[in-house]
């Protein structure tokens, strides 16, 4: 029987190393592919209840009010449903702790792990967190045919701070890096994240860095190394590379891009100048949150020099996607 209500939520991350070559262009032929990354306290929230008028309601940026799953314009909602078999009588609303789009922290993944997160408890069924992820793959990768890697998906659903291995066979490994509270928290207070305000799509960059895996793979390669190296120092509470290994990683993606975004490389330089060690743009086309590695006396310097960018307070979180409210 349908629960009366439930609300679920799944985190935003933030990735170090290796993102890129999760994307199956390269696994598949090269793998494995790899990525280091962290889920982060700003979520993604689905709530779900009964709708007496038996249609289907849907808030989210826009409202929408179906007499079908067929009619559903919302194309992750749409497919989520058909995929549980939920045809009718729900009400269902989203709310984020950041845009949806074009944020590069993974968030359009978030909503569609709670989401699934959300219907499955709806419905009264037990998923494991790893299906969570590969369901929101499915959707988003086979059905929908957007384009992209998958970290994400199992960042969304896992949480923590985890090293991803993507295998040729299209399995996914995951490892939890646990660092002691100590060496965690002085990672933590040397990262910087601002908001560059730059939430353009990024549409086709995934595509494009599909079609030169090839002539890129040596660099896609690096990249995996690079991910590997990061892995043996955090486990053995090593942080203080992780600027270096940012710098390194920030040169070898704007390789396999293929593109330079000015403002975003003015920006790099800026707070290169400024006492970052390295950094990390957080989206796919140089968009969304940019990362820096910087002591922490240089924080309050690197925002000055970057006024137009907005500083954005965060936190570790432990945590995957999760049921935050049921009802019978």
């Known amino acids: 029987m349908a629960?009366?209500?439930?609300l679920s939520r799944a985190p935003l991350r933030i990735t170090f190393v290796g993102g890129g070559t999760d994307i199956p262009e390269y696994y598949r032929r090269y793998g494995?592919?790899?990525?280091?990354?962290?889920?982060?306290?700003?979520?993604?929230?689905?709530?779900?209840?009964?709708?007496?008028?038996?249609?289907?309601?849907?808030?989210?940026?826009?409202?929408?009010?179906?007499?079908?799953?067929?009619?559903?314009?919302?194309?992750?909602?749409?497919?989520?449903?058909?995929?549980?078999?939920?045809?009718?009588?729900?009400?269902?609303?989203?709310?984020?702790?950041?845009?949806?789009?074009?944020?590069?922290?993974?968030?359009?993944?978030?909503?569609?792990?709670?989401?699934?997160?959300?219907?499955?408890?709806?419905?009264?069924?037990?998923?494991?967190?790893?299906?969570?992820?590969?369901?929101?793959?499915?959707?988003?990768?086979?059905?929908?045919?957007?384009?992209g890697g998958r970290q994400d998906q199992y960042m969304a659903a896992l949480g923590g701070f985890q090293f991803l291995q993507f295998n040729k066979d299209g399995s996914v490994d995951n490892t939890a890096i646990n660092m002691d509270s100590k060496s965690l928290d002085e990672l933590k207070s040397h990262l910087l994240l601002l908001y560059t305000g730059i939430e353009k799509p990024n549409a086709g960059i995934h595509g494009k860095?599909?079609?030169?895996?090839?002539?890129?793979?040596g660099v896609y390669r690096k990249m995996v190394d690079l991910g590997y190296k990061m892995l043996d120092d955090l486990s053995n509470n090593i942080w203080q590379n992780t600027g270096r290994y940012l710098h390194e990683n920030w040169l070898l993606k704007k390789i396999t891009h293929g593109l330079d975004n000015p403002i975003i490389d003015d920006y790099y330089k800026i707070g290169l100048d400024a006492g970052a060690e390295g950094g990390k743009v957080m989206g796919a086309g140089s968009r969304g949150f940019i990362m820096f590695f910087a002591?922490?006396?240089?924080?309050?310097?690197?925002?000055?020099?970057?006024?137009?960018?907005?500083?954005?307070?965060?936190?570790?979180?432990?945590e995957g996607a999760k049921i935050i409210y049921s009802e019978e």
């Open 32 to 147: 494995p592919g790899v990525s280091i990354a962290a889920s982060i306290n700003k979520y993604v929230y689905i709530s779900i209840h009964k709708n007496f008028e038996q249609t289907i309601k849907l808030s989210y940026s826009k409202i929408e009010i179906a007499d079908s799953v067929d009619d559903i314009k919302h194309p992750s909602i749409r497919e989520a449903l058909r995929m549980l078999d939920i045809r009718k009588g729900v009400e269902i609303h989203t709310d984020a702790d950041v845009p949806a789009n074009g944020t590069g922290l993974g968030a359009s993944s978030s909503f569609a792990v709670a989401l699934l997160k959300t219907l499955h408890e709806w419905k009264g069924e037990e998923v494991s967190q790893k299906d969570l992820a590969e369901e929101s793959i499915k959707i988003e990768r086979e059905i929908l045919k957007e384009q």
């Open 3 to 6: 629960k009366k209500m439930v």
């Open 209 to 217: 860095m599909g079609e030169s895996v090839d002539e890129n793979a």
């Open 295 to 318: 002591a922490p006396e240089c924080h309050e310097k690197i925002i000055k020099a970057l006024p137009g960018l907005r500083y954005e307070p965060f936190d570790f979180s432990s």
